[in-house]
């Protein structure tokens, strides 16, 4: 089955600094590749998605992410964080109707 | 047009119990996959319903068990209860004809087992 590697459990950036956040997966076909972000306490919500064409893909909130299928990877991006971007976020591929998580990067913006 | 809808949000129950939780699907899906989310971990799948059948299944137990109704809705069981079962249980919903296109949440169950 497919897998998710997220490296990173926990990042801080300042806010009104640039984000990355790390993805890489492992899956034998073409992916489909997904972000999604939580709060506490609360559901996930879809950022972006990737299925294929244009590797780099636009999202909601200002985020993008990029599909490199040379590294396995799809990390996650934004120019300018937000203390509202503070939250936990999730990589997923999706195969065979079979959605897989990793196992998430907890984000803290500081003021 | 209404997202997934889980109940009950919040529930508490004693070890060796059993229980019993609730998902319908957004409005035009007809798949329903269930996920575990242990405290500052990622989802876990533990199964997906499609045609009133279990289309594919995680790495969980017999414990866990579904079922899924005619109109898509489905329920999750987990029977004889342990303390590490206390966890965020999500519901996802999708089109199998549309899968590409991600999976909708709901909002959670929260389960505490004491």
């Known amino acids: 089955a497919q897998s998710v590697t997220q490296p990173d459990i926990h990042i801080t950036v300042s806010e009104g600094a640039s984000l990355e956040l790390r993805c890489n997966y492992s899956?034998?076909?073409?992916?489909?590749l997904f972000w999604y972000v939580q709060s506490p306490g609360q559901g996930l919500q879809l950022l972006l998605k990737?299925?294929?064409?244009?590797?780099l893909v636009q999202g909601i909130k200002g985020f993008e992410a990029e599909f490199k299928r040379s590294q396995s990877s799809f990390n996650l991006r934004k120019p300018s964080v937000h203390w509202s971007d503070a939250a936990e976020y999730f990589c997923?591929?999706?195969?065979?109707?079979?959605?897989?998580f990793g196992a998430g990067t907890r984000l803290t913006v500081k003021p | 047009d209404a997202g997934v809808t889980q109940s009950p949000t919040h529930l508490i129950k004693t070890r060796g119990q059993q229980v019993t939780l609730r998902c319908s699907p957004k409005?035009?899906?007809?798949?329903v996959s269930w996920y575990q989310q242990a405290l500052g971990q990622g989802p876990q799948f533990i199964f997906q319903?499609?045609?009133?059948?279990?289309?594919q299944r995680g790495n969980f137990p017999d414990r866990f068990s579904g079922h899924q109704f005619p109109n898509y809705s489905s329920e999750l069981n987990v029977n004889a209860l342990l303390l590490g079962d206390s966890a965020l249980y999500l519901c996802?919903?999708?089109?199998?004809?549309?899968?590409?296109?991600?999976?909708?949440f709901g909002s959670g169950t929260r389960l505490t087992v004491v």
């Open positions: 997923a591929v999706e195969g065979n109707n079979d959605m897989r």
């Open positions: 899956y034998g076909a073409t992916p489909y």
């Open positions: 319903y499609y045609e009133e059948e279990e289309r």
């Open positions: 990737y299925f294929s064409g244009d590797t």
């Open positions: 409005s035009g899906h007809d798949t």
């Open positions: 996802a919903s999708s089109f199998i004809g549309a899968a590409n296109y991600g999976y909708t």
